[in-house]
């Protein structure tokens, strides 16, 4: 005859396993916690390096020439839209660069189809601090967000047109 074992005997073992394995699943699940909101974040930014140079991509608004100031603050305007906090939005550089010839400095002077270059970035220290919910430099060694959007400008041809009659 087989005995059964005693209850008492194994009383505490589902207690001993959980208290071992459970610390390893709580860093586990932070972990993939920051990294899913680290690639949030990144996303957000290459959002809004998107919209800069789509809105510097129309040279005009409303008859008025779009200036390189009037981009940055569109981007700063949809990272404040999605929530980004102050220190993170007022922090970012945001760089238009011309890759064309002529070059040009403000959208409004682009001629049609001239590439131009939109690069966000969000700095080392209080802007980025502000991003992350935990320790994700010490374990990622990623302590700034960088994020580029590459376009054409889509203004109008200039052209003039002579009104005189030929006769």
Do not use: H
Request: aromatic letters at 8%; charged letters at 15%; hydrophobic letters at 45%.
């Amino acid at each position: 005859m087989s005995r059964k074992p005693k209850r008492s005997a194994r009383r505490g073992v589902v207690a001993v396993e959980a208290a071992v394995i459970m610390p390893v699943l709580i860093i586990l699940m932070f972990g993939l916690w920051e990294v899913g909101r680290l690639i949030q974040v990144t996303q957000v930014v290459t959002n809004a390096a998107r919209e800069g140079a789509r809105y510097a991509a129309g040279g005009y608004v409303n008859g008025t020439p779009i200036t390189t100031a009037m981009v940055q603050q569109a981007v700063r305007d949809y990272l404040s839209g999605s929530g980004f906090p102050p220190a993170a939005y007022n922090g970012a550089t945001v760089t238009l660069t011309c890759n064309a010839t002529p070059a040009w400095t403000n959208p409004g002077d682009a001629l049609p189809l001239d590439a131009f270059e939109v690069q966000v970035t969000i700095p080392p220290g209080a802007a980025f601090d502000s991003l992350a919910w935990s320790l994700v430099t010490r374990f990622t060694g990623v302590n700034q967000i960088t994020t580029s959007a590459s376009w054409r400008s889509l203004v109008d041809e200039k052209i003039t047109v002579d009104a005189t009659l030929p006769y």
